[in-house]
């Protein structure tokens, strides 16, 4: 089977400052695409860009905290001013409610505003802005325009991190509600919903904390917790984000695709 192409098209990737983000960024380039690195951090956007760039793709970068409606839509505005068109927008950012030690109660209004504003209003802010860009160039045959969002497992089953799990059964549905409104104009929407990736850099409820890598004991913990018996990758979330804005899938809408190693299927 041939690897999916993106060649001339042109994605909005959010959150490509870092983890799955990044190796998509980098993934969907040498797919062919022109790539769009969205993302709060603007130093960590650069740094995707200039990878893209060494690795002989073409990426440009937008500050942007996708919980701010006009941010978002400065950033589509930006694949259209750069590029002439949108034709993929992955709304990839979330942020973790992990709070050591936490109950679901302790949880302030603060916390709950975060999470919701950055997750579940990041996500429909970036669909939202798409969809009108999409329509706004019309279809091209099949291809309408695709949405990809993350998910996450924490959003189809109970995962002991309550709040941040309700924001992505959100995504999870507003996904699906999309593909359906927005089937008739070609445009298809999906997610991909990754377990545990303990090695990108989930940031806390306050984005900008840097890495540190984990302990091996902590890693092989992780791991155990798949069927497989691996903890994800950024990657294995790019090669499934890929295939979903690729023409690959171009008969699949409305799906939530676990990029599990099995976890939600015990
Ligand atoms: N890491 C995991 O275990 C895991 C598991 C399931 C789902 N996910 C989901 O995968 C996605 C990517 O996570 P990751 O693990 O690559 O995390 P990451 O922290 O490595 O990358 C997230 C990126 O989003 C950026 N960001 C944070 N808030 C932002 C905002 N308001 N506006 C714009 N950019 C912002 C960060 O600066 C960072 O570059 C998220 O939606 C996350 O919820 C992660």
Redesign the pocket.
Known sequence: MTSPSLAGQTAVI??A?????RASALRFAAAGARVVC????ED?AKETARLVGAAGGTGVVTR????VEADVADTVAAAVENFGRLDIMFN?????GFKPGASFEDFTADDFARLTD??FR?VFNGCKFAVKQFKQQGRDGDRGGVIVN?G???GIVGFGSVVYGAT?GAVNQITRGIAIECAPFGIRCNAIC?????L????PVS?GAEFSPPAQQYLDEVAALQPLGRYLT?EDCAEAALFLASDASKNITGILLPVDGGYTAR
Not at 64 to 67: F, L, N, P
Not at 194 to 198: E, F, H, Q, S, T
Not at 200 to 203: A, D, I, L, S
């Open positions: 959010t959150g400052g870092s983890g799955v983000g969205a993302d709060v951090r960590w942007c905290d996708v919980a990839n950012v979330g942020i973790t950055v997750n990041g993350t996450s497992v924490a992505k990754p377990g545990a990736m303990p990108t850099n989930f940031t984005p950024a």
